[in-house]
């Protein structure tokens, strides 16, 4: 930044993950910023959460849990309007309500509804039902949910930065389609022989650059 005549307190924002390491690197070097959990990230937390109950219940389940959950794991990842006719169909032969997994789904499916609040007040007593929900599921269900408990913990422990969502409304989207684009680019190239390569590639390929080139007879 001191390159290009900026100052790291100049940065009022940033979006992350919730990795501890980054929030580490925040605190430490941007000391104004206020830290943004992008939302692509919390969902995918509690995506992976789904599939952590799903593989459990698949591998702890009775014979008749597991003949549900077998070929279905890609069903539970998508969103309902996202499937086909077919996975729609299969959905529906499913005992969700006694599925540990069909409740953790749902689990996902609430929070993704919790984004649609219009205001941080309103998203914050969203977020705190949801996680008051999911503990009392896993009352019920067990430690087979307990997957899902964590990331309720975690949403807990990081309500403020979920809510700067709403208040700051940074997002990692576009870096999250640029990082595609730079990964693109080195599988294609099977790697580069120095930094400095891969680098003037990448303005090429990001900016759209024309490459120069020389007329030969």
């Not at 925040?26 to 992008?38: E, M, Q, S």
């Not at 006694?98 to 953790?104: E, F, M, P, Q, R």
């Not at 087979?144 to 949403?155: D, Q, S």
């Not at 680098?199 to 120069?212: G, H, K």
Request: proline residues 2%; positive net charge.
């Amino acid at each position: 930044m001191g390159k290009h005549n900026g100052h790291p307190k100049a940065i009022t924002q940033v979006a992350i993950d919730m990795g501890s390491a980054y929030q580490k690197g925040v605190r430490n070097n941007l000391g104004n910023a206020r830290i943004v959990f992008d939302k692509y990230h919390v969902v995918a937390l509690v995506n992976a959460a789904v599939d952590k109950v799903r593989r459990i219940e698949a591998r702890e389940g009775t014979p008749a849990v597991k003949e549900q959950l077998k070929g279905n794991h890609w069903i539970f990842r998508k969103n309902p309007e996202k499937l086909s006719d077919k996975e729609q169909a299969r959905l529906k032969d499913l005992d969700l309500k006694n599925l540990a997994t069909g409740v953790a789904c749902q689990t996902r499916l609430n929070l993704q509804q919790a984004y649609r609040c219009r205001t941080a007040e309103t998203a914050r007593k969203r977020l705190s039902d949801w996680s008051r929900w999911v503990k009392r599921k896993a009352e019920k269900l067990g430690a087979v949910l307990e997957p899902m408990v964590r990331v309720a913990k975690t949403v807990e422990n990081q309500i403020e930065g979920i809510l700067a969502h709403w208040k700051k409304g940074l997002t990692t989207a576009y870096l999250e389609g640029l990082n595609s684009v730079f990964s693109a680019v080195k599988r294609k190239a099977r790697g580069y022989r120095s930094t400095d390569n891969m680098i003037t590639m990448l303005y090429f390929v990001a900016d759209n650059l024309s490459i120069p080139y020389l007329y030969t007879r």
